[in-house]
């Protein structure tokens, strides 16, 4: 059963270019998280994502938008990249009929910005 | 004030050692309350998840929460080196909504 995947593994950028980052759930999964984790701090919440709509969204700004497709899987779009944008991203997956929503991490996505 | 606080340690302790680890939170809309584990450069593993107050054991992990004074916590019994990771809590609201809130993680390193 594979776990959650994400693409690319690393990605350096330049200050003012755009990133697109990608994300496939767990099997059997509908939802999915995308959360940016700073070095030495925990994962900070962007948004989640559900039948395909944006349905909660954290502090971040305009430049952060997502995307999530007929097959569950997701996008994490970032414009106007700044040196703060230097972070790991993780993308998390769950099944809403459940009760717990547990949500499991994929590996993430290395991103530095320059 | 953070709505999740967690000492980043660092935390050294012997192989065999009882680990203790703990969160305080402020919000007490927050009823589902989880510990992962991150090695370094990897995403966050999902290790216990617990409903409401009370205990939850899973091998040598035991999970505490205790909603009257908003503290949880996670023991490690006869840790090993290979236990050597950063340890996150996290914690959501009751709604389906599922947005975690994090700490910002203990470092902890079990030498042989």
């Known amino acids: 059963d594979a776990g959650v995947t994400q693409s690319p593994t690393h990605l350096i950028k330049t200050r003012g270019q755009q990133v697109t980052l990608r994300c496939s759930p767990k099997?059997?999964?509908?939802?999915v998280s995308w959360y940016q984790q700073a070095l030495g701090q925990g994962p900070q919440f962007i948004f989640q994502y559900y039948e395909e709509e944006e349905r909660q969204r954290g502090n971040f700004p305009d430049r952060f938008s997502g995307h999530q497709f007929p097959n569950y899987s997701s996008e994490l779009n970032v414009n106007a990249l700044l040196l703060g944008d230097s972070a790991l991203y993780l993308c998390a997956s769950s099944l809403e009929i459940t009760a717990g929503n547990e949500q499991f991490f994929g590996p993430g996505t290395r991103l530095t910005v320059l | 004030q953070k709505e999740v606080e967690q000492d980043p340690g660092p935390l050294s302790v012997p192989e065999g050692a009882i680990v203790s680890l703990n969160c305080t939170y402020s919000n007490s809309a927050f009823q589902y309350f989880m510990w992962y584990r991150q090695y370094s450069r990897k995403g966050p593993e999902l290790l216990m998840y617990t409903y409401s107050s009370g205990n939850k054991e899973d091998g040598r992990f035991t999970a505490q929460v205790d909603k009257s004074s908003k503290y949880i916590s996670l023991f490690i019994r006869d840790s090993q080196p290979s236990d050597s990771a950063t340890y996150l809590c996290?914690?959501?609201?009751?709604?389906?909504?599922?947005?975690?809130?994090f700490g910002r993680g203990t470092q902890l390193t079990v030498w042989p």
């Open positions: 099997s059997g999964h509908d939802t």
């Open positions: 996290a914690m959501r609201r009751g709604s389906t909504l599922g947005r975690l809130y």
